[in-house]
Every structure is written in structure tokens, then in C-alpha cells.
């Protein structure tokens, strides 16, 4: 599936109609090329936040000069407490006061509070305007530009009102990566070490070789991180678009990790950091369950902490972390369902006795 597009790594999601690249590279937000071959519209908007919006939206309306009569420039508040109605709001009163028509280009310039919102908007505005996913976090760039999932959060629950929406592209530039903070490096090695996880142990071995050079930025070993990691997304969504199945899977550690951020409420703990918290107790149930041995579980616990990542979960008591995570989008009539390794780099969805779940819990927070 890998291809190249400008002399840029892409990888393409099979889709059908809805089919679309990511395009991987350094340089990518300054080169025209980028955004080459998009629709035509008389109105284009740039969505972003205040961290991003003053290091990166000027170079992407460069990039896109000359291509939009009007290209406006909207800046949500930054951090996961704003992926709210306020900010989606924010987007639909900026584009009915410009008087943005139903073929508008939305652009989604940040991190991953930033792509779900915006995407969610460009799914709504006049029943969907194209958009582009320009992601600038680690986080984004492997997981949450990628697959059309978009929404925000409600206070009972994480992206609990939302719509599936893909992207016409997504131009994801490495460079934006040396500004960012390393906590946030930190978070999106979450999601890359979990595609080792569920899909590739072979990848899994590589980032034990190669995790500290993640977190120095080595840009050879970002861009072989970034790509593979959109490559196992692209597969498996391209397998089960909706998630009637297999995608489920991507959810590793995030039953419990969902349950960290919104128990502490959201923006306390990272997304990454809840999620690197949650594989460590996903893999330990697995081993309750009798799918893994304990080595593994180490194994695994010894990665994320080296990703510096948390590996103990906050006290919120088994009780209240049962309650949250039978909210979540998985559970179905009240039962929790768990990814779950069933052998490394294979994973699958599993209901599992409260007591199980509540040891877990009792293990791994403190
Ligand atoms: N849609 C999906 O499939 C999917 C998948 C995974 C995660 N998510 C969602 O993504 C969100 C987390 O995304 P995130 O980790 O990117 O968080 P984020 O969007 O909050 O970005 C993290 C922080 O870094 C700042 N930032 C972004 N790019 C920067 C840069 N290049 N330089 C300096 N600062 C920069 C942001 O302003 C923010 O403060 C969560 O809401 C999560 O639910 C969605
Ligand atoms: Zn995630």
C-alpha cells in the first residue's frame, strides 16, 4: 500500500469512494504540492488552536494562496477541556457569519482535539463540507488524522457525540514534531506502541530498540514510526470502515485509559498517558484471562514506562472505574467489553467478570 507522492512517503487508505493518502514527510506544510489536486471552493478555512495556531497557520496559507478567494482563519482554545459544543460552535458561527457555502474546505491544523472537532464540524456544516487533516502531534499524525473518526466529549462521557467523516487527504509534516512538548511525544508513543501490540511484534521488538531515539526525535526513526503505524490504521480500517468488528481493536487500553481521563476529568492526564495506563492493565487482564503470560505484561509495562508514560493508574476505587467504563462506546447493554492480547501482536474483544476486572484494578493503581 505504500507509496510516494512528491518525493514524500504516502500511504494510502483503501476506501472505495471515500479512498484517500496520508502523506508523510518533513517539509510537507511548506510545499504547495501538499495540497495539490483538492476541490475547488470559494471559501477555505484553517482550524486550529492557540499553541498552533501562531507557530504553523501563516505557512499553510501560504501554502494555499491563490487557491481560495476566502481563506479564514479560525483558533479554538488548545487542551482536551475545550473539545466541546463551545469550541464546535465557535467553527459554525465563524463560517454562517462569513457566509461559507456547502462546498467549503476545512483544514484541521493541530493535534487531535483539534482534527475531531473539526472534523465533526466539516461533518455537520450544511450536512458536510470536504475536509483535510493537518496533524501536528505525534498522537495525530499516527492515529487521530487517520480513519474518519471524529467527535467531541460530552461531561458523562469521552467523544460520546460524534460521526464517522473522512478527510480528502492527510499531510502530515515531521517537522512540526520539534516543537512539540515532550510530554506530548510521550502521549503519541502510546498509540504507536499499541499497533505493536494488537498488529506487528516484529514492530513492537523495533520500538524496544528504538524508543529513546523516539523521544530524541530522530527523524529517521519518527518517519519509520509514523509510517507504520499509519499503515497498520490504514489496514485495518480499510478492513472495517465502521467498526462492526476488527476496529474495535484499536482500542486497546483505552477502556480503561477513557475511564482515567474522564474519572479525573479530561486534560488531568493526557489521552496518550491514560492509554499507555490502560494497555498495561488491558495486558494484565489478558493474562488473568489466560491469554498471556506474565513475561509479556512486563514486557509490555517496561516499554510504556520507558516511553514515559505512566504505568500506575490514579485511585479512583474499582466501583467508580466499572461505573465509567460501562459508558463506554464498546459496552453493549451494560457490558464492558475489553481489547484484549491473545498472543503478541494479536488482539481481539472480550467480556470479562467484574471481579477480574476490579483485581486489575486494585494491581495497578496506587
Ligand atoms: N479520531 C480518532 O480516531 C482519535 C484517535 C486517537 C485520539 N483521538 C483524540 O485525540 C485527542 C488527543 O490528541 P493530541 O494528543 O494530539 O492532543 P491535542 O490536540 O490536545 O494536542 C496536544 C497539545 O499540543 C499542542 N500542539 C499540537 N501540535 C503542536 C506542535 N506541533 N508544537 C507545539 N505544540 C503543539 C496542542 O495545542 C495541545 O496543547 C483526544 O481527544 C483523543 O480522544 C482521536
Ligand atoms: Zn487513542
Redesign the pocket.
Same mark, same amino acid.
Given at each position: 500500500m505504500d507509496e510516494t507522492v512528491g518525493g514524500h512517503a504516502a500511504v494510502a487508505i483503501d476506501l472505495g469512494e471515500r479512498s484517500y493518502d496520508i502523506l508523510i514527510g518533513r517539509g510537507l506544510l511548506d510545499e504547495g504540492q501538499s495540497f495539490d489536486g483538492l476541490p475547488a471552493a470559494a471559501c477555505a478555512v484553517i482550524v486550529s488552536d492557540s499553541n498552533v495556531a501562531p507557530l504553523y497557520a501563516q505557512r499553510v496559507a501560504s501554502a494555499l494562496a491563490g487557491r481560495y478567494p476566502r481563506l479564514l482563519q479560525i483558533e479554538l482554545p488548545a487542551g482536551e477541556a475545550h473539545k466541546d459544543w463551545a469550541a464546535l460552535n465557535k467553527i459554525f458561527d465563524a463560517l454562517l457569519a462569513a457566509g461559507c457555502d456547502r462546498k467549503s474546505v476545512l483544514f484541521a491544523l493541530g493535534g487531535?482535539v483539534v482534527g475531531d472537532i473539526a472534523g465533526f464540524a466539516a461533518a455537520c456544516y450544511m450536512r458536510g463540507v470536504p475536509f483535510v487533516q493537518v496533524p501536528t502531534t505525534l498522537?495525530a499524525q499516527v492515529?487521530?488524522s487517520v480513519g474518519g473518526k471524529t467527535a467531541i466529549n460530552h461531561p458523562l462521557g469521552k467523544n460520546m457525540i460524534g460521526a464517522f467523516y473522512q478527510p480528502l487527504r492527510v499531510v502530515a509534516d515531521l517537522a512540526t514534531l520539534d516543537t512539540l512538548p515532550p510530554r506530548e511525544v510521550s502521549a503519541g508513543l502510546?498509540?504507536v506502541i499499541?499497533y505493536g501490540a494488537i498488529a506487528d511484534d516484529a514492530f513492537l521488538g523495533w520500538l524496544e530498540a528504538h524508543v529513546a531515539a523516539l523521544l530524541a526525535r530522530d527523524a529517521a526513526a519518527l518517519a519509520f514510526a509514523v509510517r507504520r503505524s499509519c499503515e497498520i490504521k490504514a489496514s485495518v480500517v480499510g478492513q472495517d470502515e465502521r467498526e462492526g468488528g476488527l476496529r474495535a481493536i484499536?482500542?486497546f487500553? @483505552?477502556t480503561f485509559?477513557h475511564a482515567i481521563e474522564s474519572g479525573l476529568g479530561y486534560g488531568e492526564w493526557l @489521552?496518550?498517558e491514560a492509554?499507555g495506563c490502560g494497555m498495561v492493565m488491558a495486558a494484565d487482564l489478558s493474562a488473568r484471562l489466560g491469554l498471556i503470560d506474565a513475561a509479556y505484561v512486563q514486557r509490555l509495562t517496561r516499554l510504556v514506562a520507558r516511553a514515559g508514560l505512566p504505568v500506575v493508574g490514579p485511585v479512583l476505587g474499582p466501583e467508580r472505574y466499572l461505573e465509567l467504563m460501562r459508558v463506554d462506546k464498546k459496552a453493549e447493554g451494560g457490558t464492558i467489553r475489553f481489547v484484549v492480547i491473545e498472543a503478541p501482536g494479536r488482539a481481539a474483544v472480550r467480556e470479562a467478570p467484574d471481579e477480574l476486572v476490579a483485581a486489575v484494578i486494585d494491581a495497578h493503581c496506587a
Open positions: 487531535g498522537l492515529d487521530s502510546a498509540e499499541k484499536l482500542n487500553g @483505552h485509559g @489521552h496518550g492509554v
